[in-house]
DNA sequence: GCGACAG
DNA sequence: ATCTTGTCGC
């Protein structure tokens, strides 16, 4: 239905949740990823002016040419307060049901949110690499902890996010001149892995990499619209399919249901 | 006790 | 996260 993998429930107090953390913290793997993945999908959330609802968007990209794939979202009932370090409680079920919508399996996550590089060393992007067992990276606009200094101001460039004496993620220059983005391990990948996942997912035209703007925006254009189907708790709001693996010879743009996908231009932030 | 504090 | 248009600069 929604949780893939039941490992555990989400109807937590704060409290609770801290001790799940700290419990599942040590199951996360640290390794370099062997191969780049083909694809990847960006998850990000948006609620709506009364905060009761949330609505998270799951959009697949396909390394090569940067091509949307797949996207789908899910809304759902808020339950859990917004706490610095908790953010998964709050966040997750949705995005999991949002995931669990693609037509397109990723093999990989690029989650909008922290992963290590957090109090307990359990981010969002490590709670859902764990709970979905995929190579999962954390990509963060601001720093929850850990001290940096700032990177060159070229696209690659990245320093070390530390915190209590350990390397937590990176400052990361996605596009030359711009601020930089915070990247840290999340489930199956090291952090020179994750990295070079970011770079390989953005362009250099942008802060953020394509799957996570993409998501951004899906999620927040549905909060706005504060969409139809979301009348129960975990409730489906759309769900858009382009083109699996091995396209026919001919390729063919995916072709997003009830709206038209504008590729041209926008204003990020 | 005083700040800091993903989204 | 969200309330919100134009504007300055590469």
């Known amino acids: ?30 390794r370099p990823l062997k191969r780049l993945p083909a694809m990847a999908a960006g998850c990000d959330a948006a609620f709506d002016t009364l905060k009761k609802r949330a609505f998270a968007a799951a959009t697949v990209y396909r390394a090569k040419g940067l091509e949307l794939v797949d996207r789908a979202a899910a809304a759902a009932e808020l339950t859990f307060p917004y706490v ?6 709050r966040e997750a079920p949705a995005l999991i049901e949002a995931i669990g919508r693609l037509a397109v399996r990723p093999r990989c996550l ?3 949110g922290h992963g290590l590089a957090h109090p307990r060393r359990f981010g969002i992007a490590c709670h859902l690499g764990l709970l979905l067992n995929l190579p999962t990276v954390g990509l963060a606009k601001s720093v929850l902890v850990g001290k940096y200094e700032q990177p060159a101001e070229e696209r690659g460039a990245w320093t070390p996010l530390v915190d209590r004496g350990e390397i937590v993620g990176a400052a990361l220059r996605v596009r030359s001149g711009v601020k930089p983005v ?15 996942i970011v770079l390989r997912f953005s362009s250099g035209r942008y802060r953020l990499p394509e799957p996570v703007r993409a998501a951004d925006q899906l999620s927040r254009q549905l909060a706005r619209s504060g969409d139809v189907n979301a009348t129960t708790q975990v409730t489906t709001v759309v769900r858009t399919r382009g083109r699996a693996v091995k396209p026919p010879s001919h390729r063919r743009p995916p072709v997003v249901r009830g709206e038209t996908a504008d590729r041209s231009r926008a204003n990020d932030r």
């Open 182 to 196: 915070f990247v840290s391990v999340g489930h199956l990948v090291d952090l020179e892995s994750a990295i070079a």
């Open 84 to 89: 610095p370090g908790l953010l998964s409680f």
């Open 110 to 112: 690029i989650v909008d």
């Open 1 to 30: 239905m929604a949780d893939s993998g039941g490992l555990h429930r989400w109807d937590l107090s704060p409290s609770e949740a801290i001790a799940l953390q700290k419990e599942l913290a040590g199951r996360v793997v640290i």
